[in-house]
């Protein structure tokens, strides 16, 4: 019998196959015995008649616990009742091999668990549809990243984790000893080393880990995330905006044409995806900031009141974003930032050098910044200078001001955080569930 995925269970109505996972649930219905079972690539209900099977395995199965792992054969019948992922078809068993029955104690049994338990069973949380469904898409993600870049002529360059100095600020910086070489750090971007690439290949990406010691502990914050950031030569803001929304629409267009039933799963509004299409509306710091003024000024709830307090130079903290994005049913670019609040490398606005130009991408239904970009500064001594300034060690980034010396031309690129990403399209409350194993300031384990 054709060993199947449960994914593709469709093709396969009045045949018979064989498919191999584990019991997800069990409902016994007399001489009935329904089980859920997931294969990694689905959930599938499979059904035993007890006439169907030999007393004793029928007797086994009336006892089997959640989690046991088993092979199935029998007849894939479409039923639009059937439970599963995605759903609407059952097997009929006509032969079944328990690979082993799990231990009685699951601790992920199925009832509520609080979100401590979970986190600290995330190896056993995983297997469970919700769970699932989000790592599914960000798999899709991932590969739709890569795809784009492909497609759009981009070669992707691997930067070192192990780095001598600070790309986004100092205060979140992972050190480590690093031989007799003094102190490494793990890498906050590998932005700077892109900008290196690019003057011997054009258009390039990289794309791994990436380590902040934020002591931020919000939703959108963890410790060790994956960025990824193309970088590209000849390109400015405008064509860097162009670049982010067609490869966002990519990303977006991909998930929704192959994980459907996983977006369905998990109750995410397929209208809201639907609308994500280039291009994405775009306005300056300057407008969002009187936008956040307005509201300022008309909101009467003293406490909201207080979350979106803000004056011109200021950074956007996540209800400011909320509220910008709130306007739009698309993602929003928001560009011209104060210089102040951004890192040292973005090249100054003309004429304006206490804005820079720098472009957030903020997701809708309050998601906010995915994306943060920049043209990169041009000027040696102005970069020079903001090192300094910057409080940075001029000798760390002496091949890094070379770049500005041989050959320069005007480089744009950003950084998409695949985790914020990944939230957002799935609809969901907290990035900790949009990677496999999260690491959060009070979480390493498991
Ligand atoms: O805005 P950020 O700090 O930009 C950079 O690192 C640039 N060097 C990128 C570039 O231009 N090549 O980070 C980029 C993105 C953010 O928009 C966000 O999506 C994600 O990385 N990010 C985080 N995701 C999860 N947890 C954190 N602590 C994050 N910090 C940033
Ligand atoms: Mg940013």
Same mark, same amino acid.
């Not at 691997?158 to 910086?173: H, M, N, S, W």
């Not at 670019?333 to 104060?338: D, L, S």
């Given at each position: 019998?054709?060993?199947?995925?449960?994914?593709?269970?469709?093709?396969?109505?009045?045949?018979?196959?064989?498919?191999?996972?584990?019991?997800?649930?069990?409902?016994?219905?007399? *001489?009935?015995?329904?089980?859920?079972?997931?294969?990694?690539?689905?959930?599938?209900?499979?059904?035993?008649? *007890?006439?169907?099977?030999?007393?004793?395995?029928?007797?086994?199965?009336?006892?089997?616990?959640?989690?046991?792992?088993? &092979?199935?054969?029998?007849?894939?019948?479409?039923?639009? $009742?059937?439970?599963?992922?995605?759903?609407?078809?059952?097997?009929?068993?006509?032969?079944?091999?328990?690979?082993?029955?799990?231990?009685?104690?699951?601790?992920?049994?199925?009832?509520?668990?609080?979100?401590?338990?979970?986190?600290?069973?995330?190896?056993?949380?995983?297997?469970?549809?919700?769970?699932?469904?989000?790592?599914?898409?960000?798999?899709?993600?991932?590969?739709?990243?890569?795809?784009?870049?492909?497609?759009?002529?981009?070669?992707?360059?691997?930067?070192?984790?192990?780095?001598?100095?600070?790309?986004?600020?100092?205060?979140?910086?992972?050190?480590?000893?690093?031989?007799?070489?003094? *102190?490494?750090?793990?890498?906050?971007?590998?932005?700077?080393?892109?900008?290196?690439?690019?003057?011997?290949?054009?258009?390039?990406?990289?794309?791994?880990?990436?380590?902040?010691?934020?002591?931020?502990?919000?939703?959108?914050?963890?410790?060790?995330?994956?960025?990824?950031?193309?970088? &590209?030569?000849?390109?400015?803001?405008?064509?860097?905006?162009?670049?982010?929304?067609?490869?966002?629409?990519?990303?977006?267009? $991909?998930?929704?044409?192959?994980?459907?039933?996983?977006?369905?799963?998990?109750?995410?509004?397929?209208?809201?995806?639907?609308?994500?299409?280039?291009?994405?509306?775009?306005?300056?710091?300057?407008?969002?900031?009187?936008?956040?003024?307005?509201?300022?000024?008309?909101?009467?709830?003293?406490? *909201?009141?207080?979350?979106?307090?803000?004056?011109?130079?200021?950074?956007?903290?996540?209800?400011?974003?909320?509220?910008?994005?709130?306007?739009?049913?698309?993602?929003?670019?928001?560009?011209?930032?104060?210089?102040?609040?951004?890192?040292?490398?973005?090249?100054?606005?003309?004429?304006?050098?206490?804005?820079?130009?720098?472009?957030?991408?903020?997701?809708?239904?309050?998601?906010?910044?995915?994306?943060?970009?920049?043209?990169?500064?041009?000027?040696?001594?102005?970069?020079?200078?903001?090192?300094?300034?910057?409080?940075?060690?001029?000798?760390?980034?002496?091949?890094?001001?070379?770049?500005?010396?041989?050959?320069?031309?005007?480089?744009?690129?950003?950084?998409?955080?695949?985790?914020?990403?990944?939230?957002?399209?799935?609809?969901?409350?907290?990035?900790?569930?949009? &990677?496999?194993?999260?690491?959060?300031?009070?979480?390493?384990?498991?």
């Amino acid at each position: 019998m054709k060993l199947i995925r449960v994914e593709d269970i469709a093709k396969y109505t009045g045949q018979q196959v064989t498919a191999q996972g584990w019991v997800y649930s069990r409902t016994d219905k007399g *001489k009935l015995v329904f089980l859920l079972l997931r294969d990694g690539s689905g959930f599938v209900q499979c059904v035993a008649f *007890k006439d169907d099977l030999p007393a004793a395995i029928f007797d086994q199965l009336t006892r089997l616990p959640q989690e046991s792992s088993v &092979i199935v054969s029998g007849e894939v019948r479409e039923d639009k $009742r059937a439970p599963g992922i995605p759903g609407g078809y059952e097997i009929g068993i006509k032969e079944i091999k328990i690979i082993q029955a799990a231990a009685e104690d699951y601790p992920m049994a199925l009832k509520e668990h609080g979100v401590d338990f979970s986190l600290d069973n995330r190896h056993l949380w995983i297997r469970m549809p919700s769970q699932w469904a989000i790592l599914r898409i960000r798999g899709t993600v991932v590969s739709a990243i890569r795809e784009w870049f492909e497609i759009n002529g981009f070669i992707n360059m691997d930067t070192p984790i192990l780095t001598p100095a600070a790309v986004e600020g100092t205060t979140t910086l992972f050190e480590t000893e690093y031989f007799d070489e003094g *102190k490494a750090y793990l890498s906050q971007s590998g932005q700077l080393y892109n900008e290196a690439n690019i003057m011997a290949f054009g258009k390039v990406y990289c794309f791994g880990p990436t380590f902040r010691a934020e002591k931020s502990k919000t939703r959108r914050h963890l410790t060790e995330f994956w960025m990824v950031e193309p970088e &590209i030569a000849f390109c400015d803001l405008d064509g860097l905006m162009e670049v982010e929304e067609q490869f966002v629409t990519h990303i977006v267009k $991909r998930v929704m044409r192959e994980r459907g039933p996983e977006l369905k799963s998990l109750g995410r509004e397929l209208a809201k995806l639907e609308n994500i299409e280039a291009p994405f509306p775009r306005i300056s710091y300057d407008e969002a900031a009187k936008i956040i003024q307005e509201s300022y000024e008309k909101e009467t709830d003293p406490e *909201k009141k207080e979350l979106i307090k803000f004056e011109w130079g200021m950074d956007f903290g996540a209800p400011h974003e909320a509220l910008l994005t709130s306007h739009y049913d698309k993602p929003l670019f928001v560009f011209g930032y104060p210089t102040q609040v951004k890192a040292f490398y973005m090249e100054p606005w003309p004429g304006r050098p206490e804005v820079c130009k720098s472009v957030d991408l903020l997701a809708p239904e309050g998601y906010g910044e995915i994306i943060g970009g920049s043209e990169r500064m041009s000027s040696p001594d102005l970069l020079l200078q903001r090192i300094h300034e910057h409080g940075l060690p001029e000798a760390a980034y002496k091949w890094y001001m070379d770049l500005r010396r041989y050959g320069s031309v005007p480089h744009s690129g950003f950084g998409m955080g695949v985790e914020r990403t990944v939230a957002w399209i799935c609809g969901i409350e907290h990035i900790r569930e949009t &990677i496999a194993f999260p690491r959060m300031i009070k979480r390493m384990y498991p």
